[in-house]
């Protein structure tokens, strides 16, 4: 237990000294999340990417979800945006760099 507590420390130090050398576009946000994550999920500004963490063990070919995303519009990039706001506002943030 530990060492996943010292690889966790020592990635969120990496992630804020890249950020810190970095042109500091953007925003920077590390939550400590109170459940397991069972996706990644990457959100940018008009398409959403999903893989899932259950099937990605060992060799395993790794499904890769792609949505649109707009705001303004019902779709499921819209309720995974959503879900998305509903963890930040679950989790604690342990670290904040830059402003949008």
């Known amino acids: 237990m530990q060492d996943l507590q ?3 420390h020592q990635t969120v130090k990496l992630l804020t000294t890249t950020y810190d050398r970095s042109s500091k576009k953007g925003k ?15 959100l940018t500004e008009d398409k959403i990417v999903v893989t899932p963490y259950q099937v990605a063990s060992g060799q395993n070919v790794i499904p890769l979800f792609e949505y649109d ?8 990039g819209y ?8 963890v930040r506002i679950e989790s ?3 670290e904040q760099r830059g402003s949008n």
Do not use: A, G
């Open 92 to 94: 604690k943030i342990i």
């Open 69 to 76: 995303y707009n705001e303004n519009k019902k779709s499921i």
């Open 79 to 86: 309720h995974i945006s959503t879900d998305i706001d509903n």
């Open 28 to 42: 920077l946000n590390i939550y400590y999340l109170k459940n397991y994550p069972t996706q990644t999920i990457f």
């Open 6 to 8: 010292n690889k966790i």
